[in-house]
């Protein structure tokens, strides 16, 4: 990914926050399930903390439309957020990252590191 690529919007973007870690995990455990059940799926989902409160995002490319209803139903349960334009440029670079390494790369950071540093 080139440093302009970082700059622009993702094709496809949705972003919830939750109240807790704990529906935040279950929404981000759920989209995993989904998207690898879902073939030919090119998007990436994170789970994190931002300003303490959890987040999970959806990026990439355009899913197929049961994969984006069930997308939309997952996040439904938490409340629609945006990014800074720095997160979003950390978790794209992120995700094209893992795409170079391989089809399914998953990436867990502890409490108390600091992945977007």
């Known amino acids: ?60 490319d355009p899913p197929a439309e049961t994969l984006e209803r069930r997308i939309r139903q997952v996040l439904s349960r938490g409340t629609p957020a945006s990014l800074p334009e720095e997160i979003l440029a950390e978790l794209q670079r992120r995700r094209a990252e893992a795409t170079r390494i391989g089809p399914w790369v998953e990436r867990h950071h502890r409490s108390g590191e600091h992945p977007f540093e």
């Open 1 to 60: 990914m080139t440093s302009g690529e970082h700059d622009r919007q993702p094709s496809y973007l949705q972003i919830a926050r939750f109240n807790g870690e704990r529906p935040a995990g279950r929404a981000y455990h759920q989209l995993q399930e989904a998207m690898f059940r879902s073939p030919a799926c090119e998007l990436s989902v994170f789970r994190f903390i931002l300003d303490r409160q959890w987040h999970v995002s959806v990026l990439g």
